[in-house]
């Protein structure tokens, strides 16, 4: 017996989707005849939705027939269940969804040349923020010999996600990846070009689903082979790719963050201050895990990228409640000062 497929954004081009048939039972894709019907965009690159405004589509997305049969043609978005976001590529006009319904979002580092951690832990935000779990993949396993110790470096920048050393070219490590993939569940590959996601995307899809460029002998980099992001079947999952992010615009909020940085964040709720700078406060627990050794330098300066990241997307956004919630910590923050001032006698800095 077959029942009518449920559908899936497969791809997004200027004026219309492709749609792919899931399982309306498992979510997971449909065996036999998979492609769906192209559907065309409403002016303004949009579709109209089940519950809502109408949304621009986005790789992913769940679509259902109109309940109607006066026309057939017609599709509406499901609400999301996750949405992996990014600052635009102008950075100026807004954000944009790269996936959308994503379980798990696979980071790809290449092992060689050397991964860069900062990089690690800015897509490890963003893959929070989506509402999906991240897991760590370091790449080109076969060109490098220390991948153990940068599997320990990542565990120190990601704690609590999982990491995987892998190599397209011997198999090495693919198992433990392809463990994570669950019937039904939804995978996105984010890393920079030349980071292997194509390569690893065929060999978790088991075919050349995605096209791969050949790595530039001279710096290792990739030729920014992925144009575009769509999602394949592979077995009883789906994968996305997504072209290499040249800069990572972090679109996060400080929840994410705290994700990624759980002993950062612990450690900042012990300060005296409720809304403790971190810069010289008394009582401040981060300065004394600083000076023990508990916390890593490079670790404080990385989340405090990232929240001078948040803070300020936020403001782009125009967001006035976080507008106002920064001014009130501000505020609070001078309330404190001149509470310490009376309560010690003592000028100055705190
Ligand atoms: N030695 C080795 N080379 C690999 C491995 N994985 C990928 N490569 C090579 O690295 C180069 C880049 O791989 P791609 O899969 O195209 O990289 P990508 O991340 O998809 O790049 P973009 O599409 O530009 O974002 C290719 O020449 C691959 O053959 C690996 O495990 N070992
Ligand atoms: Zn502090």
């Known amino acids: 017996m077959t029942s009518s497929p449920a559908w899936r954004v497969a791809r997004v081009d200027r004026t219309c989707v492709r749609l792919v048939a899931a399982d309306p039972e498992t979510g997971a ?10 559907v065309r965009l409403r002016p303004g690159g949009v579709l109209d939705a089940v519950v809502g405004e109408p949304v621009a589509p986005a790789v992913g997305d769940a679509v259902v027939p109109a309940p109607t049969d006066a026309d057939p043609d017609r599709f509406l978005l499901a609400p999301r269940r996750s949405e992996l976001v990014r600052d635009s590529v102008d950075r100026t006009a807004g954000t944009q969804v790269l996936a959308a319904n994503v379980d798990v979002v696979l980071v790809v580092e290449h092992l060689d040349p050397e991964p860069k951690l900062g990089r690690i832990e800015r897509l490890v935000t963003l893959a929070w923020r989506s509402g999906a779990t991240p897991v760590v993949v370091l790449t080109k396993a ?3 010999t220390d991948a153990p110790q940068w599997l320990d470096d990542v565990a120190r920048v990601a704690p609590g996600v999982g990491a995987h050393a892998v190599s397209a070219a011997t198999g090495e490590g693919l198992d433990a990846v392809r463990a994570v993939l669950e019937p039904g569940t939804t995978l996105v590959v984010v890393g920079p070009s030349g ?25 290792g980099r990739g030729r920014h082979t992925t144009t575009h992001r769509e999602l394949v079947p592979a077995g009883e999952c789906w994968l996305i790719d997504t072209p290499g992010l040249r800069a990572v615009g972090l679109v996060a909020d400080a929840d994410a963050v705290d994700e990624t940085f759980p002993e950062v964040a612990e450690l900042a709720a012990q300060c005296r201050f409720g809304d403790c700078a971190h810069a010289g406060e008394p009582g401040c627990a981060i300065a004394a895990a600083i000076e023990d050794g508990r916390l890593d330098e490079r670790r404080l300066a990385s989340w405090r990228t990232q929240q001078r ?12 409640a976080a507008q106002l919630d920064f001014r009130r910590s501000v ?13 010690t006698g003592r000028g100055g800095r705190p």
């Open 29 to 38: 894709p449909r065996t036999g005849p998979a492609a769906g019907p192209v």
């Open 142 to 144: 076969d060109l490098v």
């Open 195 to 219: 980071a292997g996601k194509s390569t690893l995307v065929n060999a978790l899809a088991g075919g050349d689903v995605m096209a791969t460029g050949q790595r530039r002998e001279s710096d």
């Open 309 to 320: 990241e948040v803070a300020h997307q936020a403001r782009r956004a125009g967001d006035r």
């Open 331 to 343: 505020r609070q923050r001078e309330r404190d000062i001149r509470t310490y001032h009376r309560v």
